[in-house]
């Protein structure tokens, strides 16, 4: 099953929040932003979003346009440090990048079933 996240920071949230995201050893989870300008209006960056795994086993595969990117889980139990950074300055001179960061939590899988096996003995 594939979960969907969009990170939207309203503009009065505190940018240093982390935004936490769990899933299973199993599962991968598509993130998207959608920058947006001080009052909350949708906004462009300049060139392509870059994710970055900070710490964590977990590994990022952005989209070609970086306004997305599936995390991949690692083994569970381990809590990922994800990073996404873009350059909010649209003047080609000037770069000031903001960032974002995702706390992805990975849990083990639960048991789904029993998974039976018989062999047949002589008595």
Known sequence: MLRTFTIFVPYNLNPNIMFPISSTNEEKVLVSINPTTAAGNP???DGVPVWTVVSGDCTVEP???????????????VANLIEVSADADLDA??????TETIVYTVVAAEAQALGIVSAVEPK
């Not at 989209?63 to 139990?77: M, R």
């Not at 001179?93 to 903001?98: A, D, G, K």
């Open 93 to 98: 001179e000037e770069v000031r990048t903001i």
């Open 63 to 77: 989209s070609a346009d970086g306004l997305s990117c599936y995390i991949i889980s690692g083994q569970p139990n």
């Open 43 to 45: 906004a462009t960056v």
